[in-house]
């Protein structure tokens, strides 16, 4: 009777679980976008609250995509796969107790068969396989891992360490909203505990999903609460130890693993000075994942993302000396290790505050080879070969133990602002290595718009006046990035006005949501859609400026004239006004125009004319969306209709004529404008670390054959959940 009982309130549970899914696939399709993303948070709060029927999550997750399987040739059915292997991965790490193995080789099944999908869903189904092969051979490696990183628990087995930075654009941010949005996020500091509890969760999370029922999860616990902590300290390395040395011995290590689990509960059951009970569970409980440490700050000056990194990488050299004391060992010379360490926080130091040094040279020699460190590049090269779009990154065991997660906030001018420090950092890195042997960047954006939110409309995922283009963009690539994060940008307007001083518990609960999805993006987010970066050189009149300028943008430019502004106002307002012939004589000013232009059979030819125009708009056309190659719209207007005309390029150089100039805005930021200009060139940005010279071929500006066999064209890696084609 009581099995049957079983039974049933199992068959109800799963039932509840598959109606959720059913809801959570659906959702997908739904052009409504205010209330995207509440579904997939409720299911996670169902098995945070009850970890245990995350086996049965996992259960009807496998169904569904057994189904999916049976679909494959139809067009489209690829979409719902990402969102069924992203929960998979969740309700995995999140399990409280041992997931059966015959439930495991199920999963395993339906996760090899996926991989002969096209790419980008064969690499979340290649990364998802990975990592539940890990949990499937060491049982809690996934949770330990990601605890240790997010929390940055101290351990000489396992020194991953991140943090995480939410950077806002104060053009965006209100001084109510940025003090409501850091309310909101800076919360998850008060549900940490202190290092101590967060080992003795760890050490029971791992016992509970390692050994199952034989887990003596009461007595358990309530032994870890009665250790002092030195105790603690001693058997958590002796656990993380054990996690570590079974993922490195693979399948071979799984017995060993789980007698030497069983060997660290006797120990610590025997080493409690206090006698424990069955009944009482102690202090001491297996919560699921915590929420990260979070750094929420208005993103003012461009260099403070480097002062950021260089500080994390500092801090982090400076607390923990294990990486360096096993690289001593191995070198076979302390004090060399020493020297290297100190020379290493030296090139730190001089890099937070890279306002106060001069970047200009004292002396300077043309056509000179400078001898430079080509192991530099030759990292950097290898970090674009490693995470080319649509691969799986590649964890360094030797060094990358940090990661830096940032999150940027606003619309097409704050990803404007992030590619021109991505630029800087590229720049500073190819001439000497300081984070890049050190430090592992993963870049977020969430769109925030500070335009009054509009409703939703079937036309696209984000309407706006026309300054999240990019985050449409990458809703079209990624309806979960859409449904989950591009939805996030109406909750986050509301949230000022939504905000009040007394809350209700539900309320308080619900206020969760934004930390919570953040959370799920950060953990989840792997995959990079790359934004292509175009650089900018700018020829100006004006004497007390720089007569160059050059800068870059990721989205858009626009020049226009100034002398005929008001003109192009007037008929934009009243297009009848062009029919009188008596109104205007003049359509525009003559400029001459030089480009490459490119075809859909990637045929280029050269061209130059001379157009007749009062402003000039050009739009990034990013590959993934083209489905062929990068490229560049550009639409030259004219009061008259007739002289309107869009080119498609890749390089172009415009220059105005009787001296006539531009005023050139990137990225729609009226804090990067630039006046009189008379000449623009455009290119692909060049990526600094892809780029080896020879002292033999600097008289002929020529690079090392290696380079030929990159992409060294700069692109702006932007995480999503599934990613793009590459």
Avoid at 416 to 424: D, E, I, K, P
Avoid at 548 to 574: N, Q, T
Wanted: proline content about 4%; charged content about 25%; some cysteine.
């Amino acid at each position: 009777m009581t099995d049957l009982a079983a039974d049933v309130s199992l068959s109800a549970v799963q039932s509840s679980l598959h109606t959720d899914v059913q809801a959570l696939l659906n959702e997908m399709n739904s052009r409504c976008t205010s209330q995207k993303g509440w579904i997939r948070w409720s299911l996670e709060k169902k098995v945070e609250v009850d970890p245990s029927c995350s086996v049965s999550l996992i259960s009807v997750l496998v169904r569904e995509l057994e189904k999916k399987l049976k679909k494959m040739h139809k067009i489209g059915s690829h979409v719902h796969v990402i969102p069924i292997l992203h929960t998979l991965y969740y309700a995995v790490i999140q399990s409280g107790s041992m997931i059966p193995r015959s439930l495991y080789q199920r999963v395993d099944e339906c996760l090899m068969k996926l991989l002969i999908l096209p790419i980008p869903y064969s690499a979340v189904a290649l990364s998802t396989l990975s990592s539940v092969k890990m949990e499937m051979i060491t049982p809690g490696s996934l949770y330990q891992r990601r605890v240790i990183a997010e929390q940055n628990l101290k351990s000489k087995h396992c020194t991953l360490q991140e943090k995480v930075f939410v950077l806002a654009d104060p053009d965006v941010f209100t001084a109510q909203l940025e003090a409501t949005v850091r309310a909101y996020l800076e919360v998850s500091g008060m549900f940490r505990d202190t290092p101590t509890a967060m080992e003795k969760n760890l050490m029971l999370r791992v016992m509970q999903k390692g050994l199952g029922t034989a887990c003596r999860s009461s007595r358990l616990a309530q032994a870890l609460e009665a250790l002092d902590v030195q105790m603690v300290e001693k058997y958590f390395e002796e656990v993380v130890r054990a996690v570590e040395q079974s993922i490195k011995h693979g399948p071979g290590g799984c017995t060993t693993y789980l007698n030497r689990l069983q060997h660290i509960q006797k120990e610590i059951l025997a080493a409690a000075t206090e006698e424990v009970t069955e009944e009482d569970c102690g202090s001491v409980s297996s919560r699921t994942l915590l929420f990260p440490e979070i750094k929420f700050l208005l993103w003012t000056n461009e260099e403070d993302l480097w002062s950021l990194l260089a500080n994390f990488s500092l801090r982090s050299n400076s607390n923990s000396s294990v990486d360096g004391d096993e690289k001593d060992k191995r070198d076979g010379a302390e004090d060399g290790g020493i020297k290297r360490r100190l020379r290493d926080v030296s090139d730190l130091q001089d890099t937070v505050q890279p306002l106060v040094r001069n970047s200009s040279p004292a002396m300077s020699r043309r056509n000179a080879y400078k001898r430079g460190n080509s192991e530099n590049k030759l990292s950097l090269m290898r970090e674009k070969m490693d995470t080319f779009a649509g691969s799986r990154r590649v964890q360094r065991d030797d060094c990358r133990c940090l990661t830096a997660r940032v999150v940027v906030m606003g619309d097409d001018r704050v990803l404007g602002r992030l590619s021109r420090a991505f630029l800087s950092i590229r720049q500073r890195e190819s001439k000497h290595l300081v984070l890049t042997k050190k430090l592992n960047l993963q870049l977020y954006y969430v769109p925030v718009t500070d335009v009054e939110p509009q409703p939703s409309s079937p036309d696209g995922p984000c309407p706006d006046n026309g300054r999240l283009s990019l985050a449409g963009l990458l809703g079209r690539l990624d309806p979960w990035y859409n449904s989950n994060i591009n939805s996030l940008r109406a909750t986050i307007s509301n949230l000022a006005t939504m905000h009040t001083e007394s809350e209700s518990e539900s309320e308080k609960d619900q206020n969760l949501f934004l930390l919570d999805t953040l959370c799920y993006y950060l953990r989840c987010g792997t995959q990079p859609v790359n934004l292509p970066m175009y650089s900018v050189k700018m020829t100006r009149c004006s004497s007390d400026a720089s007569p160059v300028v050059e800068d870059v943008f990721v989205s858009h430019l626009e020049a226009d004239m100034p002398e005929f502004r008001h003109l192009k106002e007037k008929f934009s307002k009243d297009p009848f006004t062009r029919r009188k012939k008596s109104t205007v004589i003049i359509h525009g000013a003559v400029i001459t125009v030089s480009y490459t232009e490119t075809s859909l059979s990637k045929r280029r030819v050269e061209r130059g004319e001379a157009l007749m125009t009062c402003g000039v708009a050009i739009t990034s056309e990013p590959a993934a969306v083209t489905t062929g190659e990068d490229f560049l719209t550009v639409s030259f207007d004219s009061i008259n209709p007739g002289n309107n005309k869009k080119i498609r390029t890749q390089n172009i150089s415009i220059r105005t004529m009787e001296d006539q100039t531009l005023s050139v805005c990137l990225d729609r930021d009226s804090r990067r404008t630039y006046t009189d200009v008379q000449r623009i060139d455009i290119s692909p940005c060049l990526d600094p670390g892809c780029s080896l010279r020879s002292k033999f071929s600097v008289r002929n500006k020529r690079e090392l054959p290696l380079s030929k066999y990159l992409n060294n064209v700069l692109s702006l890696p932007i995480n999503t959940f599934t990613g793009v084609t590459p």
